[in-house]
Each structure stands twice: as C-alpha cells, then as structure tokens.
C-alpha cells in the first residue's frame, strides 16, 4: 500500500468552528450498538457478552441487552450453545466482516521512549488526556495513554483499535490521511462514513478536502464528530518519507474544545515537530 506525505507540520492559523451541540443519551445508546455490531464485524471467532461488557465497560446485563436487540433485528445470532455472537453477513446494512487482522504497528524502544516523552510533555502543558496511536492500513491503535479522570478517554471507546469510525475522529483521520486514493476508497465502501452524530462528514468529497488539509498542515481535529460529549485534536508523526505512522491526540469537552482547540494545535504541532524532524534524514 503505498502512502502519501505529509507536509512537516507548521502552526497555522486556523477558521473558527461554531460550539458543539450537547449530549444526547439516545445518541448514546445508538453509539453503544454500533461498537457492539462493529466489533462483532471484527470478530470472525464470534464475541461473547462478557467481551462485550469489557469493550464498554458497561454491565453484563447491558451487554446481554445490547446483543439481544441486534439478535432480533437479524444482525448477529448466537452460535449454538457456545454463548458466542457471529455477525450475519449478509444482512442488509450489516457492517462486512472484518479482513485478516492487519499486521500490528511496530516502533523500536527508543523510538517508543520518544512518544511516550513526547504524550507526557503534551500532557505536561495542557493538562489534557493525551494520547498516542499507531496508524496501519488506514487503522490507529491507541497503545499509551496519560490524563486525569473524568477527561474523555478514546481508549475506552474503542478498545483500542480505531478502524470503522476513523473518519469521527482526529486521531483516525490522521490515520485514514496516510492511504492512497484507492485504500480510502475502500475505506469509504466498507464503511459507509455513518454519521456518528449529527456533526460527522458523511461525504466522501468533504471528508477526502479535509484530508488533503490535513496531509498539508499535519494536524487534524473532529468537531464532537463521534460524540457530542467530546472533541479531539491530533497532530502527526511521520516517517523518512513524510507518511504519518503515529499521532499525539488529545480529547477535550465541548466548551474546552471551542475555548483551546486552536492553542491545542500550535501545542502538538511544536511537540511532533521535534519527532518528525528526528525521522527527517540529514541533508548530504
């Protein structure tokens, strides 16, 4: 697959953006069975209830509750005794099932020393949930994280691999930024771009303008794109080449959001800055 580069981040000056609407619990719950139905996609071997109430951390009962209505749309059914959920592929809206999981992201120990400074130093100075992700195939797997409690957390809503919703998130979209036209277009295929609330780009020719920002500015944000309760900001890390292999996100409240997203990007930027100069290779 091949990738395309990314301009080393500068800070710029950047549109403002008009305040998130606030949270819906209806909205909630809707969120809550997409990510069953999705991870049961991702799940050839089938989930059971308890994975489930792992992955949301949520109860047993509203694991059990949360299968038990997609069992009875047809979007999954339980295999025999075993207490396992497959999805039924061919149900009509049903998410595809997921390829052969891709290869993990590595990094060396040293280069995963430096992010792991590089998240305590952004979270050092603005006192916001850091966290950083690897990027494969158009996917971020969130794999260290640092914040205070209550501060919204991406790990807790995808567990932690970021794949499906991609396009709500600016973690993801920094992710889905490194593809080629035809393995985003695949993307947007399998996935549809389903409107996670009402804010999310749900057009391919908005989502694909966004994404040439980004790949020009190295940073990306989501409006409360995924959740009306959250906004994110993420800036990448690239490699030799210029293709983004990691990012620094960080998650934030809507009024938080509004008040220091564009203080936020100048932040993360200036941090990836140093990163992606130390991966830039040394003029002859």
Request: net charge positive; with cysteine.
């Amino acid at each position: 697959m091949e990738t395309q580069g990314i301009t080393a981040p500068r800070a710029a000056d950047v549109p403002c953006r008009r305040p998130a609407m606030p949270a819906d619990r209806g909205l909630s719950t809707a969120r809550a069975v997409l990510c069953v139905l999705s991870f049961v996609a991702e799940s050839p071997g089938g989930v059971s209830a308890r994975q489930v109430a792992d992955r949301l951390a949520k109860s047993r009962s509203t694991a059990y509750h949360l299968l038990a209505s997609l069992e009875a749309e047809g979007f999954v059914a339980r295999a025999g005794h075993s207490g396992r959920y497959r999805l039924i592929a061919d149900k009509a809206g049903a998410p595809a099932p997921a390829p052969a999981a891709e290869t993990p992201v590595t990094v060396g120990p040293a280069r995963r020393r430096e992010l792991r400074s590089a998240m305590y130093e952004v979270f050092r100075r603005t006192c916001r949930r850091t966290c950083i992700a690897l990027f494969a195939d158009g996917a971020a797997r969130v794999v260290d994280e640092v914040g205070r409690q209550g501060i919204p957390r991406i790990s807790s809503i995808e567990k932690p691999l970021i794949r499906r919703t991609a396009h709500g998130l600016a973690i993801g979209k920094l992710a889905l930024a490194g593809l080629d036209d035809v393995a985003l277009q695949r993307y947007i295929d399998r996935t549809g771009l389903r409107p996670l609330t009402p804010l999310t780009i749900s057009d391919a020719g908005r989502l694909r303008a966004e994404l040439d920002e980004i790949r020009r500015r190295g940073v990306a944000t989501d409006r409360c794109e995924y959740d009306l309760g959250f906004g994110s900001v993420a800036a990448a890390i690239v490699d030799r080449n210029g293709a983004p292999v990691a990012g620094l996100g960080v998650t934030l409240t809507p009024a938080q959001f509004v008040a220091e997203r564009d203080e936020l990007q100048v932040t993360l930027l200036d941090v990836a800055a140093e990163l992606n100069h130390a991966a830039t290779p040394a003029c002859d």
